[in-house]
T-cell receptor, first 110, second 120 residues
């Protein structure tokens, strides 16, 4: 599975838009890009998944350029409750093991 | 969905003791995964089942670890002769083997709350 690189930590303030970029230079043709969110003492939770271009759901947007070597998770108007660790994963479509990196620790301040 | 449940949520044991954790997946999911997470790190894959068959085991899963899913429903993870290095959060996840009915992509897993193991 492709290796991903994302910032270790980010800080933001309530109401701001947060963009977390993930690099995955070795992404394979069959790989999807998936983001998970994890709060302390809880299991990770699926946020969004995409293959190319832009995907939007009720929680976030995912922007994927044409070369697919990176992706950006966008969280609109964050609140304190968005403070969490965000993981970027790439892997082939299908039901198999997930390979997590260390993730990005997002801290949202009042 | 009732969600993935794990029991117990917390376990404190002394080094050398055996411990067993239970995971109940979402009922219609036939894939079940175990992960381990230590402080400040992302979850690490341990093993996974398709129904009752254990299809893959990580090399992290030493001989002291064993997992079962006898009837293709709940699963147990047993650690024998626990060591302090086994202290971690043990996470269980499940997924269907076909596209999620709500139309999300093919690569979503649903995680339980985890069992936090402390070995003293």
């Amino acid at each position: 599975l492709a290796k991903t690189t994302q910032p270790i930590s980010m800080d933001s303030y309530e109401g701001q838009e947060v963009n977390i970029t993930c690099s995955h230079n070795n992404i394979a043709t069959n790989d999807y890009i998936t983001w998970y969110q994890q709060f302390p003492s809880q299991g990770p939770r699926f946020i969004i998944q995409g293959y190319k271009t832009k995907v939007t759901n009720e929680v976030a947007s995912l922007f994927i350029p044409a070369d697919r070597k990176s992706s950006t998770l966008s969280l609109p108007r964050v609140s304190l409750s968005d403070t969490a660790v965000y993981y970027c994963l790439v892997g082939e479509g299908g039901y198999n093991k997930l390979i997590f990196g260390a993730g990005t620790r997002l801290a949202v301040h009042p | 969905d009732t969600g993935v449940s794990q029991d117990p949520r917390h376990k404190i044991t002394k080094r050398g003791q055996n411990v067993t954790f239970r995971c109940d997946p979402i009922s219609e999911h036939n894939r079940l995964y175990w992960y381990r997470q230590t402080l400040g790190q992302g979850p690490e894959f341990l093993t996974y089942f398709q129904n009752e068959a254990q299809l893959e085991k990580s090399r992290l899963l030493s001989d002291r670890f064993s997992a079962e899913r006898p009837k293709g429903s709940f699963s147990t993870l047993e650690i024998q002769r626990t060591e302090q290095g086994d202290s971690a959060m043990y996470l269980c996840a499940s997924s269907p083997s076909t596209r999620h009915p709500r139309g999300r992509g093919p690569y979503e897993q649903y995680f339980g709350p985890g069992t936090r193991l402390t070995v003293t």
